[in-house]
C-alpha cells in the first residue's frame, strides 16, 4: 500500500509561480510513473502532467511551457513547477501514483 502527501499550494497572484510536492510512502517502487491531475469547483477531474519511470515527460496543452514535473527518486518524490500562472489554473492539485490519490493542495491564483 501507498500513501501520498501533496504540499506546497497556496495563493498566488496571476503571474506567479508555485512548486508543488508530492511524497510517497509505503510499498514505493521506481518503475512506476507519477501523475499531477487537478480539479476546479464544478469541473472533472483532469489529467495535468506526468512522468514515467523512463523520465518520459507529457503535459495537457494548457499547461504547456508553463508547468515543470520532475521527479527524485532518492526522495520518493515528483514535484510540478508552476510558472505564469492564470487564474484558470485554480483548483485542487492532486498526485495519482500506484493507483492512490493524494489528498490534494488548493492552488488559487488571483487576477
Known amino acids: 500500500q501507498v500513501q501520498l502527501v501533496e504540499s506546497g499550494g497556496g495563493l498566488v497572484q496571476a503571474g506567479g509561480s508555485l512548486r508543488l510536492s508530492c511524497t510517497a510512502s509505503g510499498m514505493v517502487s521506481s518503475t512506476l510513473g507519477f501523475n499531477w491531475y487537478r480539479q476546479a469547483p464544478e469541473n472533472e477531474r483532469e489529467w495535468v502532467a506526468g512522468i514515467s519511470r523512463n523520465g518520459y515527460l507529457a503535459y495537457v496543452d494548457a499547461v504547456k511551457g508553463r508547468f515543470t514535473i520532475l521527479r527524485d527518486d532518492a526522495k520518493n518524490t515528483v514535484y510540478l513547477q508552476m510558472s505564469s500562472l492564470k487564474p484558470e489554473d485554480t483548483a485542487v492539485y492532486y498526485c495519482?501514483?500506484?493507483?492512490?490519490w493524494g489528498r490534494g493542495t488548493q492552488v488559487t491564483v488571483s487576477s
Open positions: 495519482y501514483y500506484s493507483n492512490t
